[in-house]
């Protein structure tokens, strides 16, 4: 990517990443992850006495369909009714790096998110021995699967001016992601390999597992990057 373009996508980042700091935006849709995970983490290592990083794993993927719609159903949504979209394009900055800007701030915010999970990881750590490779790999996983959750929700904020109708997109498409594998007994065995194939879920459990498989990152790669050049695309409409 050319100088220019880290130019002026570095601005645009930094203006997205503080107003999400500078509003209660973040904060309260963190808390709430955070307990989410923190609440079924503790039930299952004290109250079921299962001392296993597993229900991370199992659990944020989860979590996430809601988080991430949350998150980004405001990026551009709010800013096509607002008007500051408008102002934001009068400047020398393409439309690609507004997307790119906007999407780092996302990501960022998400592993800030994860950051504070890895105290769960120290305390499994502490009860014994802890095969380190799959806990990498995991939270690889983890933002691979996030960061194209992100450019989904970023592309649904791109079709709407109202956030709640960006939120409902976003859920419904990550959802349909999600669950591709899990219908496979009722679609035509023709369909299966296939469907399961699409389903983000399938590479997740692959990569969480401490495989890293480059069908898996290619994968996610390649549904980022489309997303996103959907998301440039359906930004551009506005010059149409």
């Known amino acids: 990517m050319p ?13 997205e990443l503080r107003s999400y700091f500078n509003s209660p935006v973040a904060y309260v849709v963190i808390i709430v992850f955070l307990s989410i995970i923190g609440w079924f983490f503790t039930s299952n290592m004290f109250l079921m006495n299962v001392a296993s990083l597993r229900i991370l794993f199992e659990l944020v993927p989860l ?3 809601f988080f991430v719609p949350a998150v980004t159903m405001r990026l551009l949504a709010e800013e096509k009714k607002s008007g500051t979209l408008e102002l934001l394009t009068t400047k020398p900055v393409r439309d690609s790096e507004i997307i790119l800007g906007k999407f780092l701030a996302a990501w960022v915010l998400l592993a800030v998110a994860l950051l504070p999970t890895l105290l769960y990881v120290i305390t499994i750590g502490s009860l014994g021995p802890l095969d380190i490779g799959p806990v990498v790999t995991g939270y690889l996983g983890l933002l691979l699967m996030g960061g194209v959750y992100i450019a989904i929700g970023l592309l649904a904020s791109s079709l709407t001016e109202n956030q709640i109708v960006a939120f409902i997109i976003s859920f419904l498409v990550i959802l349909a992601l999600f669950l591709m594998d899990k219908v496979l007994m009722y679609v035509p065995e023709s369909f299966a ?24 990152v290619l994968y996610f790669a390649s549904l980022l990057g489309f997303s996103l050049y959907l998301a440039t695309l359906s930004l551009q409409r506005r010059k149409w």
């Not at 220019?4 to 980042?13: D, K, M, R, S, T």
């Not at 296939?194 to 069908?215: C, K, P, Q, W």
């Open 193 to 216: 390999t296939t469907m399961e194939f699409l389903s983000i879920d399938y590479h997740f459990s692959n990569i969480a597992r401490g495989v890293i498989d480059s069908r898996d």
């Open 63 to 65: 979590v996430f369909l």
């Open 3 to 15: 100088a220019v373009a880290l130019a002026n996508i570095a601005p645009i980042f930094r203006r």
